[in-house]
C-alpha cells in the first residue's frame, strides 16, 4: 500500500473553523455560468463586481516606471511610507479626517483588511452586527476568525438600511463590532449623514463596539448623493473606528489588489502581526500604482460614475416594468437589488415550482441564459442582485431575456 493510498482512505479532515463555509456563491454561478459559455451557449453574466472599464493609463505608466526602476522586492510589511503618505493625504482630501501614516495599513484587496482586523480582534464568541444584505464574505470572515455574526435584516422597505432601533436592540455585552458597507454590494443602498447620525448616537452609548466601515465604493453614487463617513461625522468615534477602503472599485484596479485603511495605531499595529504571518507586504508594483491612482487626476471618476448611472437607469426601469419583480433606485455602487416576491410560487415551461430567490435565479441561468445572484447569497430573501457593471448592449439583451421569461411564467 504507498502513501497516496493511505492518505485517500483515510480522508481529508477539514478544520471545524469552515466547516459551514463554503466557496462564494458568487463564484459558483459564474463558474457554471462561464462552463455554459464554453460550452457554445450564449450567457450573459451580470454577477461580477468587477467595473468594465480599464485602469487609467497613468496608473499603468506608474507601475511599467516602477519596474523600470527596479522597484520588484520587498517593501514596508504594510505598506510603503510612500502610499501611506498618498492615502493620508486622500483621507484628508477627500474625507476630512486626518489620520498619521503609522494609522494607516496597507494589504492585498479590502478583504484582507477585513481580515486581518478580524483577526486581530476577536476572541471566541465575540460579536459582530451585520446589517442584511451583506457582501458575502462578511459573515464568513468573522466566522473563521472565531467570532459570531449577528446579522439584521433590512429589506427594500427599509431602504436596506440599519436603523438605530435594529441596532440597539442588537448590542450585547459580547458585541464587538458592528459592520457597515456605503455604498452598499449587493443593494447600492448609502448612507447619508442624517442616516448616519442616530446610528453614531447609538454607537457613543455603547463605548465597547468598534465600528468598521467598508467605503468601497465611495466614488460611485448617484444623483446629487454626498458621500460622508462615520468618523468624519464624528471625530470621537476615530479611537474605535477601521475606515476601510481601496482602488479596486473606483480606479478599475481589481486585480492589482490593493486595499487600505485608517484606524487606531494599536489596531493597525495587532493587524499588521496577522499580515506578517500571512502574506507580508502587498505587491511592490502594484503599490506604486496605487500612488499613481490616489495623486493622479480624478476628473475619469466623474465621466465613469455618469455612465454607470445610465445604465443604472436602464436596468431599474426595465425591473419595475417586469410584473413580479420590484426594484428600488440604488444611491450608488453598480448593482441592482431587486425583489421577486411577486415570482415566487410560479411554475416554470418544464413545470417546475419557482419557490425561492435561487429557483428563480437558476431558472434565469437554465432558461433566459442570464447569470445573476439570489439575495440569499447576500443573507436576505427574495431579492436578487444584477451587476450592471457591463455593456449597454449586453444588459439590454439580458434584459429583454428575463422580460420573456418572466412572462413564461405560469401563475
Known amino acids: 500500500m504507498t502513501i497516496a493510498t493511505t492518505i485517500e482512505e483515510a480522508g481529508f479532515q ?3 473553523r469552515i466547516a459551514s463555509i463554503g466557496v462564494s456563491t458568487i463564484l459558483q454561478i459564474g463558474a457554471r455560468a462561464n462552463a455554459m459559455k464554453r460550452e457554445g451557449l450564449p450567457v450573459i453574466i451580470l454577477g461580477a463586481g468587477e467595473p468594465d472599464f480599464d485602469t487609467p493609463d497613468n496608473v499603468k505608466e506608474a507601475a511599467k516606471a516602477a519596474i523600470d526602476r527596479g522597484e520588484t522586492k520587498y517593501t514596508a510589511l504594510d505598506g510603503s511610507p510612500e502610499l501611506k503618505k498618498a492615502i493620508a493625504g486622500k483621507f484628508l482630501r477627500e474625507n476630512g479626517i486626518d489620520y498619521a501614516v503609522d494609522e494607516i495599513t496597507v494589504a492585498a484587496g479590502a478583504k484582507q483588511i477585513l481580515f486581518n482586523a478580524f483577526m486581530a480582534s476577536l476572541n471566541p464568541g465575540d460579536e459582530v452586527i451585520i446589517p442584511t444584505p451583506y457582501w458575502t464574505s462578511y459573515s464568513d470572515i468573522v466566522e473563521i476568525c472565531g467570532g459570531v455574526p449577528v446579522l439584521i435584516p433590512c429589506d427594500a422597505a427599509a431602504g436596506f438600511r440599519l436603523k438605530a432601533d435594529q441596532l440597539e436592540k442588537a448590542i450585547t455585552p459580547k458585541t464587538r463590532w458592528l459592520l457597515l458597507n456605503s455604498p452598499s454590494n449587493p443593494s447600492g443602498a448609502a448612507y447619508s449623514q442624517a442616516d448616519y447620525l442616530p446610528l453614531i448616537e447609538v454607537m457613543l452609548r455603547h463605548p465597547h463596539v468598534w465600528l468598521m466601515v467598508d467605503d468601497m465604493y465611495e466614488h460611485i453614487v448617484y444623483d446629487g448623493f454626498r458621500f460622508t463617513t462615520p468618523v468624519a461625522i464624528e471625530p470621537r468615534l476615530k479611537s474605535r473606528a477601521l475606515t476601510v477602503n481601496g482602488v479596486s472599485k473606483a480606479y478599475a484596479m481589481t486585480g492589482w489588489r490593493i486595499g487600505y485603511a485608517g484606524g487606531p495605531k494599536a489596531l493597525i499595529k495587532a493587524m499588521a502581526v496577522i499580515q506578517s504571518q500571512a502574506t507580508s ?7 506604486a500604482a496605487a500612488i499613481a491612482a490616489l495623486n493622479g487626476p480624478q476628473d475619469f471618476l466623474r465621466e465613469r460614475t455618469a455612465s454607470f448611472q445610465k445604465r ?9 416594468a417586469i410584473e413580479g419583480l420590484d426594484c428600488l433606485v440604488p444611491e450608488g455602487a453598480f448593482y441592482t437589488f431587486s425583489g421577486c416576491a411577486g415570482v415566487l410560487g410560479t411554475t416554470t415551461p418544464s413545470g417546475k415550482t419557482i419557490a425561492t430567490d435561487a429557483d428563480f435565479c437558476a431558472y434565469l441561468l437554465d432558461e433566459a441564459h442570464v447569470a445573476v445572484v439570489p439575495g440569499s447569497a447576500f443573507g436576505l430573501s427574495p431579492y436578487f442582485r444584477i ?4 455593456s449597454e448592449t449586453d444588459l439590454v439583451e439580458a434584459l429583454d431575456r428575463i422580460e420573456r421569461a418572466c412572462a413564461a411564467l405560469r401563475r
Open 387 to 390: 451587476s450592471y457593471a457591463t
Open 312 to 320: 443604472r437607469d436602464l436596468v431599474v426601469g426595465r425591473l419595475n
Open 14 to 16: 477539514p478544520a471545524s
Open 281 to 287: 507586504c502587498p505587491c511592490s508594483v502594484s503599490q
